[in-house]
């Protein structure tokens, strides 16, 4: 199976803000803003699409619960979520 990383300019540009949110909140270092950037379009791309702005636009609380949960169970061979996790932020 091939993972999609492919993205519209408009989702890039979302994603690219939810990393750095999620970097600016010190739920990761700055040297990972790339694997956040790539979990979050894996996941988006692969097992369900995501309503970025909302996310982007998030609380905090729910924020942090959509992306430390991608980050924890997105299978990176192959780009699902695993342990029936579902995002908040699921469109």
Known sequence: MTINFKTTDEEFELIEKIAQRAVDLGLYEPEEHEDVLMDITVAHNNARKLDLQRLLDADQFNFLHD?????????????????FFVPRFAA
């Open 67 to 83: 992306v430390s949960g991608i980050a924890r169970y997105l299978n990176r061979e192959t780009g699902k979520l695993t342990n």
